[in-house]
């Protein structure tokens, strides 16, 4: 099972929005509606953001939000704050039963 | 409040073996699946096995199948992670996390990680 297929890198000015691509295929993010998204700063454990394509998980802020088309999940961050700064996972359930997550975006906040 | 404390990482040789603990607590333990996740120095997050609320459905990622077997004892509230046959690639922080949803929704909660490095 390979990587699911991130941008290495997205920066934004504070109060910007920016967006993360996630993409995958058919036997993945294209087939199920069970795409999660994960923060982790550095040195930390990982976040859960948002899971079920676009649900946010309770105490999550809602400038995070997601959505799918096709096989591309997205990530989106509206009014880019510091404390986003971290790197960034897509994780999707397979058509094998197992789990694939990205390859991880670095988030800047410039 | 849920917790999960990984232990038993450690330094051990290629070829060696190693056994993984993560303790729960906060929340019904037997009611939910369980994960490890593994993260090598410096690169991303890989999955590695799940194991179902009873035992009755395991998975795990083909670079450790055959090598790794994942186990919980639901009486001691604990997830476990067999490994044998260790290889240098097999260095990471590994993770517990839970499935926090009867459907493959996503890991809701996670451990802080125990560092397992195999080298001579």
């Known amino acids: 099972q390979s990587a699911l297929t991130q941008p290495a890198s997205v920066s934004g000015s504070p109060g910007q929005s920016i967006t993360i691509s996630c993409t995958g295929t058919?036997?993945?993010?294209?087939?199920?509606?069970?795409v999660s998204w994960y923060q982790q700063h550095p040195g930390k454990a990982p976040k859960l953001m948002i899971y079920e394509v676009s649900n946010r998980p309770s105490g999550v802020p809602d400038r995070f939000s997601g959505s799918k088309s096709g096989n591309t999940a997205s990530l989106t961050i509206s009014g880019l704050q510091a404390e986003d700064e971290a790197d960034y996972y897509c994780?999707?359930?397979?058509?094998?039963?197992?789990?694939?997550f990205g390859t991880g975006t670095k988030v800047t906040v410039l | 409040e849920v917790q999960l404390v990984e232990s038993g990482g450690g330094l051990v040789k290629p070829g060696g073996s190693l056994r993984l603990s993560c303790a729960a607590s906060g929340f019904t333990f037997s009611s939910y699946s369980m994960n490890w996740v593994r993260q090598a120095p410096g690169k991303g997050l890989e999955w590695v096995s799940s194991i179902s609320s009873s035992s009755s459905y395991i998975y795990y990622a083909d670079s450790v199948k055959g090598r790794f077997t994942i186990s919980r004892d639901n009486a001691k509230n604990s997830l476990y992670l067999q490994m044998n046959s260790l290889r240098a690639e097999d260095t990471a922080v590994y993770y517990c996390?839970?499935?926090?949803?009867?459907?493959?929704?996503?890991?809701?909660?996670w451990g802080q990680g125990t560092l397992v490095t195999v080298s001579s």
């Open positions: 996390a839970r499935k926090g949803w009867e459907l493959p929704l996503g890991f809701d909660y």
């Open positions: 994780s999707s359930y397979t058509s094998s039963s197992t789990y694939v």
């Open positions: 058919s036997s993945d993010v294209g087939g199920y509606n069970y």
